[in-house]
């Protein structure tokens, strides 16, 4: 993984919010490879690893979650609600339905969390998803005394809501979600971090709003969801980590399409116009993002085609002509062709060469 860095301040601040629960900081802090003496002893602008914070961050929700209590900003990001939300969404087909969803089911836990997105579609240029937080009363009994309710509270859970929800938008899609606008319900906490939203948001930011939502086109509501329950379940092992990394790294193209050819199987793979259409670009942007990629769309499908061809007929026993039929090839004769130009093998050498492997491990096991 990139190495992206995240202050020691942020650290310390998820620290003490669970000290002041009452709550067990060691294991935390382990899980994260941290000692609490070292951490109180770095400045507070000194990096440590975003990894590292992701893993704090998961068990410091985890622990919440044994009071019945959740962390008062990032949208629930760490928690079970949240990967259970993030199961729902990973079944729409767009970037629309995969947010209406999520509107339902916020809907349904907002008397017991707090916070919740509404979608705003009026069918005008621009659409909006905002984000409400209810749990000023019960998070400001548990603010630590350096933390005054309007410097940090409201902004920092209203802000930090709407950062996950950006993010996520980028992932769902492979595409970074580019905002028009961003307003916040709550007073500016300071100049510095204003700029600081600025610098992800990529857009002007506004402080004491009637309410907190990102703006973007509408037609990004059309964008395709690409992304699978294998890559989901890599994407919740480490979400804080995948959403930090997202907001500060462009998206790759040739992974988003990957994830959009491999959605449509079985069948025949989509033509370059078709997945073009659904990531909203044309196909010359296409061509360009790959080329600067050092791929082509060509060798996307061939790779994904491989990579499952693999994967049935080692892992699934799959025949051959079942294999061909999903892989949308008129003749097994075909696959065959295209598996050995692949792997320099037909996929019955190729499956032989793997379980004599498997013997030959066994044998030297026993």
């Known amino acids: 993984m990139k190495d992206i860095t995240v202050n020691a301040y942020q650290f310390s601040r998820l620290v003490a919010y669970l000290e002041r629960l009452g709550l067990d900081t060691e294991t935390p802090l382990a899980r994260a ?6 951490l109180a002893s770095l400045p507070p602008d000194y990096p440590l690893s975003a990894l590292q914070y992701s893993r704090l961050y998961k068990a410091a929700a985890e622990q919440m979650q044994t009071v019945k209590r959740t962390l008062p900003w990032g949208a629930g ?11 729902c969404l990973i ?5 629309g339905e995969a947010l209406r969803m999520a509107e339902r089911f916020d809907e349904l836990l907002y008397p017991l969390l707090g916070y919740r997105i509404r979608l705003q579609d009026d069918g005008s240029a621009c659409a909006r998803l905002c984000y409400d937080f209810d749990n000023d009363t019960d998070a400001e009994a548990l603010m630590l ?10 902004p920092v859970s209203r802000a930090s809501g709407l950062l996950v929800w950006h993010a996520l938008c980028g992932w769902l899609t492979g595409h970074p979600l580019e905002l028009v606008s961003v307003g916040i319900a709550a007073p500016m906490r300071s100049e510095t971090y204003t700029r600081r939203l600025e610098d992800v948001f990529h857009c002007p930011v506004q402080f004491g709003a009637g309410d907190s939502a990102i703006e973007f086109q509408r037609e990004d509501l059309g964008r395709r969801v690409v992304q699978t329950a294998e890559s989901l379940k890599e994407f919740l092992a480490n979400a804080v980590y995948q959403l930090i990394a997202i907001d500060r790294q462009q998206a790759s193209t040739s992974a988003a399409i990957k994830s959009l050819i491999t959605i449509d199987l079985p069948g025949p793979l989509p033509s370059l116009e078709t997945v073009a259409s659904q990531l909203l670009m044309s196909e010359s942007s296409v061509r360009r993002r790959l080329q600067r990629e050092g791929t082509s769309y ?30 949308g090839f008129t003749e097994p004769s075909s696959f065959v062709r295209s598996f050995k130009a692949w792997t320099g093998q037909t996929p019955r050498s190729y499956r032989d060469g793997v379980r004599s492997l498997g013997e030959v491990w066994d044998g030297s096991a026993g």
């Open 33 to 38: 490879g941290l000692v609490a003496g070292r």
């Open 77 to 87: 990001i760490g928690s079970e609600s949240f990967e259970l939300k993030c199961h």
């Open 91 to 95: 079944g729409a087909r767009t970037l």
């Open 145 to 154: 005394e350096q933390w005054d309710r309007e410097g940090f509270l409201q």
């Open 298 to 327: 060509q060798a996307l499908k061939d790779e994904v085609r491989c990579q499952v061809a693999i994967d049935k007929l080692i892992n699934e026993d799959a025949k051959v002509a079942e294999v061909a039929e999903y892989l």
